[in-house]
């Protein structure tokens, strides 16, 4: 869980309790830009009208080798470790936690930053480490605030959205209990929660551009519907 602080985003443990209280639970269907005036026009970090979104997931391998068999034109959104699977130019990355310029300073090389800078995305107050800062709904309640709900990879797809892509992609994003991508066989995967499921489906009925995102695979595909080249091209 992540709690929203005066100077960004820090790790705390939030008791389950206290998670599954009635009214502590927000479900973010949106987000909103920090600072618009200073952002300016973020339609214009977009060069094709196809965005695919990696995560760190153990099917990133398979789902990109088929994706790119597809020969579609796009803009590569990579989330957290996902960054580090390429060799070829990154547009955009994106981490919850503030404290990721760190690793993602030290693992950025001219290998996926070969043309142009990427431009990074979080959530939280401005620092000098990301280019384009997020939040969430301010109406939110103070606890509703520190349970945040679903996923990074879920706040770059609402990132996409807003910066027009009109058709979304996810790779390495299955949302099952498999180790990462990056991890070996025998360690744990992540242990998604009841939550995270429900606030990928809400997503599905209720925002009113779901219908431009899609998976490439397993549990998020069932959710969000099987991306295909036929679906790209239509």
């Known amino acids: 869980m992540q709690l929203l602080y005066s100077f960004g985003w820090v790790k705390k443990h939030v008791p389950g309790e206290i998670q599954g209280k009635n009214g502590n639970i ?78 993602f300073a030290q693992n950025v090389t001219e290998k996926i930053e070969p043309d142009k800078r990427i431009v990074r995305h979080t959530i939280g107050e401005h620092t ?14 103070e606890m509703q605030r520190r349970v945040l709900v679903g996923s990074s990879g879920y706040f770059a797809v609402l990132t996409a959205l807003h910066m027009g892509y009109e058709k979304i992609v996810l790779a390495g994003m299955p949302l099952n209990f498999e180790p990462h991508w990056y991890d070996p066989p025998e360690a744990d995967g992540p242990m998604w929660g009841g939550m995270t499921y429900s606030q990928w489906i809400d997503f599905k009925q209720q925002h009113p551009d779901a219908d431009k995102l899609r998976s490439m695979g397993e549990y998020s595909a069932f959710i969000l519907g099987q991306a295909t080249k036929e679906w790209l091209n239509g």
Not at 128 to 140: C, E, G, H, I, S
């Open 128 to 141: 000098l480490a990301f280019d384009v800062y997020w939040k969430m709904d301010p109406n939110l309640g």
């Open 26 to 103: 927000a479900k973010i269907i949106d987000i909103f830009l920090t600072d618009p005036d200073r952002t300016g026009d973020i339609t214009r970090y977009h060069s094709n009208p196809v965005c695919l979104i990696t995560g760190d997931g153990r099917t990133l391998p398979r789902d990109v080798k088929e994706f790119e068999s597809w020969g579609i034109p796009h803009d590569l959104y990579c989330v957290n470790r996902s960054m580090i699977f390429f060799e070829r130019q990154v547009t955009h990355w994106a981490a919850v936690d503030i404290e990721e310029c760190m690793w």
